[in-house]
């Protein structure tokens, strides 16, 4: 029989075959599950990390990834949830192949119309504290790609101009954001649902959100947004551990060992002790 596996597991979530071909490869072992609803993912171990990796590819649209993503949550109990793919860049110091990790994410369509017209309501969440602080860390080591620490927008349109009532929205209302997506905050807002979740979304930059978008895509700057995003997952994947674990958990300065044990330097103990060798001195 074979053993369970009881390494802790990190969902990543892509929307597109060239986001979900990006991650893929540095997946090892491999091996197709599928949710009792159809939604299919494939799990394996990320070398160089204690994480087992939950790849899937959702589809397109916030709404479509709040609910899938709240479904592979329930099911796989995750320690931590990426979304990773391609976006539009918000600012002109942003450019193609350059990656934004979100800070906090916008769900650019909340409001009310009136009379007086459109008055916004913002909703933002913000990313996980210790994701952003590895991705930070991990940038730093990250020779080939440039990374930003911003706002990533998220709403239901494909933005190819930037002289749209759309773009003129984002400008004056969410006018830090570094890039323009469809799925983070349907991501974000079911990692927040499901409660003590850490998430973050990983965007490269495949476009300028304007009308040569076209030109751009064809040009293959998605595969290569792409490829920088998941490259940056992965950096973040190996500086972040799971819970419970630290980069000096096995033994700190003193010679304490973390985990379950009993310290009897300085004291004395009547009675019997059983316990096992964990290593010698």
Same mark, same amino acid.
């Given at each position: 029989?074979?053993?369970?596996?009881?390494?802790?597991?990190?969902?990543?979530?892509?929307?597109? !075959?060239?986001?979900?071909?990006?991650?893929?490869?540095?997946?090892?072992?491999?091996?197709?599950?599928?949710?009792?609803?159809?939604?299919? #993912?494939?799990?394996?171990?990320?070398?160089?990390?204690?994480?087992?990796?939950?790849?899937?590819?959702?589809?397109?649209?916030?709404?479509?990834?709040?609910?899938?993503?709240?479904?592979?949550?329930?099911?796989?109990?995750?320690?931590?949830?990426?979304?990773?793919? #391609?976006?539009?860049?918000?600012?002109?110091?942003? !450019?193609?192949?350059?990656?934004?990790?979100?800070?906090?994410?916008?769900?650019?369509?909340?409001?009310?119309?009136?009379?007086?017209?459109?008055?916004?309501? !913002?909703? $933002?969440?913000?990313?996980?504290?210790?994701?952003?602080?590895?991705?930070?860390?991990?940038?730093?080591?990250?020779?080939?790609?440039?990374?930003?620490?911003? !706002?990533?927008?998220?709403?239901?349109?494909?933005?190819?101009?930037?002289?749209?009532?759309?773009?003129?929205?984002?400008?004056?209302?969410?006018?830090?954001?570094?890039?323009?997506?469809?799925?983070? *905050?349907?991501?974000?807002?079911?990692?927040?649902?499901?409660?003590?979740?850490?998430?973050?979304?990983?965007?490269?930059? *495949?476009?300028? $959100?304007?009308?040569?978008?076209?030109?751009?895509?064809?040009?293959?700057?998605?595969?290569?947004?792409?490829?920088?995003?998941?490259?940056?997952?992965?950096? #973040?994947?190996?500086?972040?551990?799971?819970?419970?674990?630290?980069?000096?958990?096995?033994?700190?300065?003193?010679?304490?060992?973390?985990?379950?044990?009993?310290?009897?330097?300085?004291?004395?103990?009547? +009675?019997?002790?059983? +316990?096992?060798?964990?290593?010698?001195?």
């Amino acid at each position: 029989m074979s053993v369970p596996e009881t390494r802790p597991i990190v969902l990543v979530l892509t929307a597109l !075959p060239v986001e979900y071909a990006a991650v893929r490869p540095y997946i090892e072992g491999r091996k197709e599950r599928v949710h009792p609803n159809g939604t299919r #993912v494939e799990v394996g171990s990320l070398p160089g990390s204690p994480w087992q990796v939950a790849v899937s590819e959702l589809g397109v649209g916030a709404e479509r990834a709040a609910a899938l993503a709240t479904r592979l949550i329930e099911w796989l109990k995750p320690e931590a949830v990426f979304f990773t793919g #391609v976006a539009g860049s918000l600012k002109d110091d942003i !450019p193609l192949g350059d990656v934004v990790v979100g800070t906090q994410v916008y769900d650019i369509h909340g409001g009310k119309q009136t009379d007086e017209g459109f008055k916004v309501r !913002p909703k $933002a969440l913000p990313s996980s504290h210790a994701l952003e602080q590895a991705a930070r860390s991990a940038a730093r080591d990250l020779a080939d790609v440039r990374v930003h620490f911003a !706002p990533i927008a998220t709403g239901d349109v494909v933005l190819a101009d930037s002289g749209s009532d759309i773009a003129r929205h984002i400008e004056t209302h969410y006018n830090d954001a570094g890039a323009i997506e469809m799925e983070g *905050s349907g991501a974000a807002n079911a990692a927040h649902l499901s409660g003590h979740l850490d998430a973050l979304v990983v965007r490269g930059v *495949s476009d300028r $959100a304007n009308a040569r978008k076209a030109q751009a895509d064809a040009g293959g700057s998605q595969q290569r947004a792409a490829a920088h995003a998941a490259s940056v997952t992965v950096a #973040v994947l190996r500086k972040h551990l799971p819970r419970g674990r630290s980069a000096d958990s096995e033994e700190d300065p003193q010679g304490r060992h973390d985990g379950d044990h009993i310290d009897f330097r300085g004291g004395v103990f009547h +009675g019997t002790v059983v +316990g096992k060798r964990t290593g010698t001195r």
